[in-house]
């Protein structure tokens, strides 16, 4: 348990900005899901409208600081070819 003022404020603000950060990552690995569900039962327009929503909360994770530009890219290209290549 930390003593000094400071330290104690930053273990709140810690705590504060976890829960945010698992708020941002749930939001986008379940739309990661979504996508690849609706990939799996072979649904294209169901595929793209899910797409459009992953993009989104992949750009917010990444807009605030949950993963990296370089995660971000690998995997919006990754949902969009999954559901370029359905037929």
Known sequence: MPNLKNAKKQVLINKKK????NEFSASMKTAIKNVERAVASKDKEK???????????IDKA???????????ARNKSRLTKKVNSME
Not at 47 to 57: G, P
Not at 62 to 72: L, Q, R
């Open 47 to 57: 595929a793209n409208e899910k797409l459009k929503v992953a993009i989104k909360a």
């Open 18 to 21: 976890e829960k945010a950060n």
């Open 62 to 72: 990444n807009k605030n600081g949950v993963t990296s530009k370089n995660t971000s």
